[in-house]
């Protein structure tokens, strides 16, 4: 149990568009979802949480208008990142969290961004 | 505020020797401890976790981990290492308060190389 999913796993696109990331919890309520974003060669590094039915809440640093989050049900968040320019490029990678207990988050398998 | 040291970027050990992977941290309460393995551009799999129980922790792939909170220290250890271990292993903190909804602190990584 406890399975995360993304889509898509790699995207390549161009300059000024638009890109739009899902995570999905395939077999669990996910009260919360985190979105990282994770440079070659480095650690995760935390964009923002979010919370089913609420405003995400962003980290320090992190552009609320370039990155788009929405948690719209239990089982979705999705990560838009708006006009992407090629520093955009980068891993990115969702985690979940369940509804009861102690929320250990379950990572999903990421998504590779490349901004043309 | 919590952070996590790795000391050691990189770590190469042959085939069949112990593994030691090291990981402090800082913590202003009582944390919880994770090990974390990263294939390349996979998601993360959660290894082994502390959270208040037992202070040795037995996780997957033969891999275990010791809370020493006189040392704030979490090193991960393995008997024998296979060419398989070969990975990217991350050390996490959480405050288990609750507090921000079990926010993760992720520590630089440790890349862990195998010879045969």
């Known amino acids: 149990g406890a399975v995360v999913s993304q889509h898509p796993s790699r995207v390549i696109c161009k300059s000024g568009t638009s890109v739009k990331i899902e995570c999905r919890s395939l077999?669990?309520?996910?009260?919360?979802m985190f979105w990282y974003r994770q440079f070659p060669k480095q650690s995760l590094m935390l964009m923002a949480t979010s919370n089913e039915g609420s405003k995400a809440t962003y980290e320090q640093g992190v552009e609320k208008d370039k990155f788009l989050i929405n948690h719209a049900s239990l089982t979705l968040s999705t990560l838009t990142v708006t006009s992407a320019h090629p520093e955009d490029s980068s891993f990115y990678i969702c985690s979940a969290s369940r509804l009861a207990g102690y929320n250990e988050q379950f990572f999903g398998p990421g998504t590779r961004l490349t901004v043309l | 505020a919590q952070s996590v040291t790795q000391l050691g970027s990189h770590v190469s050990v042959s085939e069949g020797a112990l593994v030691l992977l090291r990981c402090n941290y800082s913590s202003s309460v009582p944390p919880y401890l994770f090990w974390y393995v990263q294939y390349p551009n996979q998601g993360l799999q959660l290894l082994l976790k502390y959270t208040s129980a037992a202070t040795l922790v037995k996780g997957i792939n033969g891999f275990e981990a010791e809370f020493k909170k006189s040392e704030t220290s979490f090193h991960l250890t393995k008997p024998s290492a296979h060419m398989s271990d070969a990975a990217e292993y991350f050390c996490?903190?959480?405050?288990?308060?609750?507090?921000?909804?079990?926010?993760?602190?992720f520590g630089k990584g440790t890349l862990l190389t195998v010879n045969p």
């Open positions: 996490a903190v959480s405050d288990n308060s609750g507090g921000s909804n079990y926010k993760l602190t």
């Open positions: 077999d669990f309520q996910a009260t919360t």
